[in-house]
């Protein structure tokens, strides 16, 4: 029996404290607050491995595969693992787009049936959410065109009862998509953006950080900034540290006047909405970007650019001639998704790892199962076609799988 389910199927049988949910279910806490970890020493990470469970897992009868299977997300609520994705004839745009969700109460070895969604439009980016004994999926739903990126609107919906689940409505900013979701300190915090380059055009994106005491209501972290980013970014992935602060890594593919790639940005615990950020970006570009903390360091699970980096320093070019250079470059480059490690004091990102990954890969959910072990969930093409480009990959078959990340003492 493989290693991630054992230990998966033993957490949810309640061998950890059960933190934060309000009918007392032994149910592993997210929050790096509810855990003590020994900071004195140093630590590796130990990948279990990969346990398929899309489309190799014992899945509900409800549940109708098609070839790519990626944009996912796990959570645990009141003693089950809940888990949605999506699956579409391939990663591009189509009307045949379902989402489903799913739950089980043994780590993910026998599925049960909760919910389908299926708009005749693209819908991706699931994003759950458990606060005050409620349990929240957010989703974003896009357009048609397979070559275009059309947001339309975000949707939430809740779990009334096993198998029942409220109908979508619109949540937030017209064209508004969410990405990093999590609980901290009892709020939930949301990173989101507006607005698309894909017509490569100069309008702006707006990010913005905000934060809910329901999973209902959002209000920006700090009352005076809506937008914490205008300019290129989009996908921003979060981590609070002890003292509150955060650390934010972003994906900056659209360029601006900071160039292309990404950025590793700094706020305070009281000014959470005002980001600073380098005036010049990393080069290299972090897709679908996702952080986690164990006791001080803290963590990024992202996509590799094998070949990058991202932004070639074309300056010669207008910025949307550079949009299209590096976007071409880049889609014809091998991927994998990687764990790295977050420099604070030199402000550096830093790669730890590879993932079972290759092709078209890197839309990571991770979960804390105790105080160092973690649940992450990804998905990737055949991993044997390492040198698959990324746009092969996205025409091609994906899985999702789960591993077990445990951090072991030097």
Not at 266 to 280: M, V
Not at 282 to 305: I, K, Q, T, W
Request: net charge negative; with cysteine; charged share 25%.
């Amino acid at each position: 029996m493989n290693r991630s389910f054992v230990a998966a199927a033993t957490l949810i049988a309640g061998a950890v404290c059960a933190c934060g949910d309000d009918d007392g279910a032994s149910t592993p806490s997210d929050d790096p607050a509810d855990y003590a970890v020994d900071t004195s020493v140093e630590y590796t990470i130990e990948v279990s491995e990969p346990r398929y469970v899309v489309p190799l897992g014992q899945l509900p009868d409800e549940v109708t595969l098609q070839d790519a299977n990626n944009n996912l997300d796990i959570i645990f609520h009141e003693g089950r693992l809940y888990f949605a994705w999506r699956t579409a004839p391939d990663h591009f745009a189509s009307r045949d787009t379902v989402m489903y969700i799913v739950s089980a109460d043994d780590g993910g070895r026998v599925w049960r049936y909760e919910a389908t969604v299926a708009r005749d439009r693209d819908i991706r980016e699931p994003r759950l959410l458990s606060i005050g004994g409620r349990l929240f999926m957010y989703f974003f739903e896009a357009g048609t065109n397979p070559i275009a990126f059309e947001p339309n609107a975000m949707f939430r919906m809740e779990r009334l009862a096993d198998g029942r689940w409220t109908t979508p409505e619109v949540a937030g900013r017209p064209g508004e998509v969410p990405w990093d979701l999590k609980v901290r300190n009892g709020l939930a915090y949301l990173t989101s953006y507006t607005g698309t380059r894909s017509s490569f055009d100069e309008r702006d994106v707006e990010v913005y950080f905000q934060q809910s005491t329901d999973g209902v209501t959002w209000s920006p972290v700090t009352p005076d900034t809506e937008v914490s980013y205008r300019g290129g970014v989009s996908e921003v992935a979060f981590e609070l540290t002890e003292a509150g602060d955060a650390w934010l890594v972003t994906r900056n593919e659209d360029g601006d006047e900071t160039g292309f790639g990404s950025h590793l940005c700094f706020a305070e615990a009281d000014r959470l909405g005002d980001w600073d950020c380098p005036g010049r970006s990393n080069p290299e570009r972090y897709d679908s970007p996702e952080m986690f903390r164990h006791g001080d360091d803290l963590y990024l699970v992202a996509r590799r650019d094998v070949g990058g980096p991202f932004d070639q320093g074309l300056t010669d070019l207008s910025v949307a001639e550079q949009r299209i250079q590096y976007i071409s470059a880049y889609s014809a480059r091998p991927k994998r998704t990687a764990i790295y490690r977050i420099n604070t004091d030199d402000r550096r990102v830093e790669h730890v790892l590879d993932l079972p990954s290759a092709g078209d890969t890197a839309f990571a959910a991770v979960r804390r199962t105790g105080p160092d072990t973690f649940l992450l969930a990804n998905y990737t093409s055949p991993v044997e076609r390492a040198d698959a480009t990324w746009l092969e990959g996205q025409s091609g078959r994906t899985f999702i799988y789960f591993v077990e990340l445990t951090f072991v003492p030097r």
